[in-house]
């Protein structure tokens, strides 16, 4: 869709928010209100915004060529499933905080927005204001010289009532995703202007709750500590009324803004900053404008689309995402989730039910000979802390086409095997994909701790069996029989399918398969050692293997074992997170940092800039291409790794072009 400098929007819900946006449209310059969605439309719906057509349904308005742009005022937990579905129609989206119920779902609208090509932007009303653009000139002048704490408040009261949306945990109700979130935002937008960029994180966010009767916060406090010591207080509440002002505070001043998230009003007028230095003195600073402020909102967003980029200080979805990332900290500080967020719920993010893309273009092996489709590329979930993060990297692996999914005993204290199993049940895939468990790792790597780790492991994912299952280390003073002994009689009662060494030694594997075949046993059919474009210096871990080596190779490709190779792309190596110069990373700068390893990692961006692509896509691409079967561990810790990762399928090497990865020789080198 061609952007247009007037948009014609279609606004999906019918609330008070979504009128205060219809009323403020009509006085902006680069838009019109054409659409309004409701689920119980009436005949007085038009008449109330303006004319505007009237469709009966979410659904209905997104499929209506005549709109533009899409303003979602649905109450919080709809905001992802319709954001994302509007994307997918080609429509760009301006969605009212929060962006998601939390950061996991916020991600899967940005991959949306991503994947679809279209502008969305989370509709904070004060970042397009130009009272909030002059308090940011004024911090990032110096006046008040180091910024040092922040105070933002904002609570108000409604009368309880279970059923309302203010206190209804099914409608996303509490204090903190209602207007705690503006608090963070704009901490986030001060502290990051303080050091010179966009927005900041915080390194650590304490807080205190009250949970009403219904379970929701009804008020909350968090303070958040961001780099270089700046604190900032919030201040949240749905029934308590505060001040709802911001105070910043300097080595040299204070700030003070009586009316931070309305600014000069909705409907326009003179806003003030008061500004008062060390010594007493003050100056009050006023900001003035006839536009309405959703108006102006509008205007921003269409500009935005117009330009193919959210200008800052409008919420860029990196900077939305970050937000709500520490809006998750908060509630978790005090024991507050939502029903959405908990295993059960069987449909993704988009309220869909999972399937499969039919025009995936993951690649399937059948070396393992298991009766399911093996993807080349395995997904593990070390970095995936919360349910919801898990579900929603996972569900995007499997419609990818993604099959193998990738846990340990000892991954997480546990919690990788639980939320994969809440995942498995919550979907009802179990037998469409592939599950590798490992176990013994030391100082538990003994013939007699197999048994009761598997079935351990075997609880917590929720099935009785899994596909492929490795140890996780070997003791070369057991005797190699004893876990052979251990392992066949596993297989015989039907809880592993194959079995395998994890940082094993080539020659501990010809030996188990050499006492295999004696005793008339299953043997060792696969190997989970490091396997990467660049080859590691010094283990990260005791007890670490690598099989990238030149005899390696030669006995992977004589007998054609599977390798599941982890740290596939040398953990970062060769994005912007290492370099020559570059050694915040200690672990990285000790596994991975040779002059062998940077001439690689040269090559990868040079082929990589030369197609097109990032050179981790490269560098992942290359495994797939060797001349015996890989199977590429990763381990994405948000929906745009995974993405990154995933588009090494699209990028297309030959043999020639891995060995001049590896070696820099040219001859009969090219690419397809």
Known sequence: MTASPSLRWGILGTGAIARQFADALVTSTHGRLVAVASRQPTSELAQAFGGAIVHAGYGALLADSAVDAVYIATPHPTHAEWAIRACEAGKHVLCEKPLGMNAAEAMAVADAAARAGVVVMEAFMYRGHPQTRRLLELIASGVIGDVTMIQAAYGYHTDFAADKRHFDPALGGGAILDVGCYGVSMCRLIAGVAAGKPFAEPVEIQAQGHLGSTGVDERSTAVLRFPGGLLAQVAASITTVQDNGLRIYGTKGRIEVRSPWFCSGKTGGVGTITLTSRAGAVEVIEVETTEWLYALEADLFAKAVAAGVIPWPAPSLPDSIGTMQALDTWRQAIGLDYPCERPGRPQTVAGRPLRRAPDT????????????????????????????????????????????????????????????????????????????????????????????????????????????????????????????????????????????????????????????????????????????????????????????????????????????????????????????????????????????????RDRVHALAAKLGVTPAQVALACLLVQPHPIFPIIGPATLAELRDSLGALRTRLTPEDAVWLKTGHTEERHHG
């Open 361 to 600: 273009d993951m690649p399937y092996d059948d070396h393992l000979g298991l009766g399911k489709l093996a993807s080349r590329i395995v997904t593990g979930g070390m970095a995936l802390k919360t349910y919801p993060l898990a579900a929603t990297v996972y569900d995007a692996f499997f419609e990818a086409g993604g099959t193998m999914f990738d846990t340990a005993y000892v991954y997480g204290q546990g919690n990788v095997d639980r939320l994969l199993g809440q995942w498995l049940r919550s979907r009802g895939v179990r037998e469409e994909v592939v599950i590798i468990g490992k176990g013994a790792h030391t100082p538990h790597c003994t013939p007699d701790a197999i048994r009761p780790q598997l079935f351990e492991t075997l609880d917590r994912l929720g099935t009785d069996y899994v596909d492929l299952y490795f140890m996780h280390r070997d003791d070369p003073s057991v005797p190699v029989g004893e876990f052979v002994d251990v392992l066949d009689a596993l297989v015989r009662e039907g809880r592993i399918r194959k079995f395998g060494g994890s940082n094993w030694t080539i020659a501990r594997m010809d030996e188990a398969n050499a006492y295999a075949a004696r005793h008339g046993k299953r043997g060792f059919e696969l190997l989970s050692n490091n396997f990467s474009l660049a080859e590691i210096v010094e283990p990260m871990w005791e007890g670490c293997i690598a099989s990238s080596d030149d005899d390696s190779v030669d006995w992977l490709r004589h007998t054609q074992i599977p390798l599941f190779a982890w740290s596939s792309q040398a953990r970062g190596f060769f994005t912007d997170r290492a370099g020559r110069d570059k050694f915040d990373d200690p672990v990285m700068a000790k596994c991975w940092y040779s002059e062998t390893n940077f001439q690689r």
